[in-house]
T-cell receptor, first 112, second 119 residues
Framework: GIQVEQSPPDLILQEGANSTLRCNFS?????LQWFHQNPWGQLINLFY???GTKQNGRLSATTVATERYSLLYISSSQTTDSGVYFC??????????????FGQGTILTVHP | NAGVMQNPRHLVRRRGQEARLRCSPM?????VYWYRQLPEEGLKFMVY????????ESGMPKERFSAEFPKEGPSILRIQQVVRGDSAAYFC?????????????????FGDGTRLSIL
């Protein structure tokens, strides 16, 4: 199956700093989603981005499908950005039926 | 809120009891996925269902676990004779119908999860 690696595993920032999270995947995909799991355990859907670039406020994401990686940018970080960020990929072709394979996540801590 | 609804949010069971987790997909969504998140780990796929059909159960443990998505009503994940190792957060996701054979994928929308604790 598809392998998904996220880096860095942990990230500590001061409020106001910028950061880049990376997601590498081992095979072609037609679904890539970024999630934020908040301290209450809820999964917040940030981006659906199998290719290209999207922006939503202080967050943006870029996926280069041909090179099998995606980047999540967080600018002017806030303490509420703390939590775990997951990248998940899927491929509707073959026998995978579109199920998502998650990376191990990046634990982000933003200090005031 | 027309999001994916899971209940209960928290469920406590004693070893040997049965656990039933429910998931109502978003309106208009006919694809349901169940994922499990063990403590300190990422989410792992368990099963993919469409109405009245199990499409892919490659991530389901072979014993004690079953899932259904009936014609009417929510999808149910059932765990029989629970053990301590079943303690986890169970997430349900749904996606809209996609064009058959097109390879077009759709984003999955997740519920808030059910936290299962086994005493």
């Amino acid at each position: 199956g598809i392998q998904v690696e996220q880096s860095p595993p942990d990230l500590i920032l001061q409020e106001g700093a910028n950061s880049t999270l990376r997601c590498n995947f081992s095979d072609s995909v037609n679904n890539l989603q970024w999630f934020h799991q908040n301290p209450w355990g809820q999964l917040i859907n940030l981006f659906y981005i199998p290719s290209g670039t999207k922006q939503n406020g202080r967050l943006s994401a870029t996926t280069v499908a041909t090179e099998r990686y995606s980047l999540l940018y967080i600018s002017s970080s806030q303490t509420t950005d703390s939590g775990v960020y997951f990248c998940a990929v899927g491929n509707a072709g073959g026998t995978s039926y579109g199920k998502l394979t998650f990376g191990q996540g990046t634990i982000l801590t933003v200090h005031p | 809120n027309a999001g994916v609804m899971q209940n209960p949010r928290h469920l406590v069971r004693r070893r040997g009891q049965e656990a039933r987790l429910r998931c109502s997909p978003m309106k208009g969504h006919s694809h349901v996925y169940w994922y499990r998140q063990l403590p300190e780990e990422g989410l792992k796929f368990m099963v993919y269902l469409q109405k009245e059909n199990i499409i892919d159960e490659s991530g389901m443990p072979k014993e004690r676990f079953s899932a259904e998505f009936p014609k009417e009503g929510p999808s149910i994940l059932r765990i029989q004779q629970v053990v301590r190792g079943d303690s986890a957060a169970y997430f349900c996701a749904s996606s809209p119908t996609r064009g058959a054979g097109t390879g077009v994928n759709q984003p999955q929308h997740f519920g808030d999860g059910t936290r299962l604790s086994i005493l």
